[in-house]
Antibody, heavy 120, light 107 residues
Framework: QLELQESGPGLVKPSETLSLTCSVSGGSIRGSYWSWIRQPPGRGLEWIGYFFTSGNTNNNPSLKSRVTISADTSKNQLSLKMTSVTAADTAVYFC??????????????WGQGTLVTVSS | DIQMTQSPSSLSASVGDRVTITCRAS??????LNWYQQKPGKAPILLIY???TLQTGVPSRFSGSGSGTEFTLTITNLQPEDFATFYCQQSYSLPRTFGQGTKVEIK
């Protein structure tokens, strides 16, 4: 059974870079699409972007060029980096498999999520 | 971007009730529509994909319908464990977008 676990600092200062890791167990990250999704406290879900292990990646234009999504196949991990963070980036960050690709796609499964607070 | 609008934003219902949630897309998305359930402090879980296909393990009291721009999620015989927030999500184009959520509360 595929399991995803996000990890990273829970507190990031404004203007700094947010860095998160998603560790995948129970299966290989190779050959699949992987997405990051976030949820500000008490609010809805926002898709951040995806990574495919061929190197193909795409981000939500709303985040402009602040986001980099990559993977380390040797560690079976994904990573998310977001630069120049502000308080508006405070959210629970989830990684999830899929959601992108040809045909019908959906996000499943999801990691438990990790809360990142942007504050000085 | 395709905007997804859910209605209502919240509703109160009793155990055993039939509940219907509507999701509207700002443009036609065929049946590229998914539904998720989220409980407080937990990650969303997939309920329905391709508008009407039940994910494995999801109880049959959940059903989805619709195509184009209007979709519905129906829960028949509402159970105590169904009280949660439900989100629709379009998988027709990038960026992927979600509805704002519908919170189902106990009456």
């Amino acid at each position: 059974q595929l399991e995803l676990q996000e990890s990273g600092p829970g507190l990031v200062k404004p203007s700094e870079t947010l860095s998160l890791t998603c560790s995948v167990s129970g299966g290989s990250i190779r050959g699949s699409y992987w997405s990051w999704i976030r949820q500000p406290p008490g609010r809805g879900l926002e898709w951040i972007g995806y990574f495919f292990t061929s190197g193909n990646t795409n981000n939500n234009p709303s985040l402009k060029s602040r986001v980099t999504i990559s993977a380390d196949t040797s560690k079976n991990q994904l990573s998310l980096k977001m630069t120049s963070v502000t308080a508006a980036d405070t959210a629970v960050y989830f990684c999830a498999r899929g959601g992108v690709g040809s045909g019908y796609t959906w996000f499943d499964p999801w990691g438990q999520g990790t809360l990142v607070t942007v504050s000085s | 971007d395709i905007q997804m609008t859910q209605s209502p934003s919240s509703l109160s219902a009793s155990v055993g009730d039939r509940v219907t949630i509507t999701c509207r897309a700002s443009q036609s998305i065929g049946n590229y529509l998914n539904w998720y359930q989220q409980k407080p402090g937990k990650a969303p879980i997939l309920l329905i994909y391709a508008a009407s296909t039940l994910q494995t393990g999801v109880p049959s009291r959940f059903s989805g319908s619709g195509s184009g721009t209007e979709f519905t999620l129906t829960i028949t015989n509402l159970q105590p464990e169904d009280f949660a927030t439900f989100y629709c999500q379009q998988s027709y184009s990038l960026p992927r977008t979600f509805g704002q959520g519908t919170k189902v509360e106990i009456k």
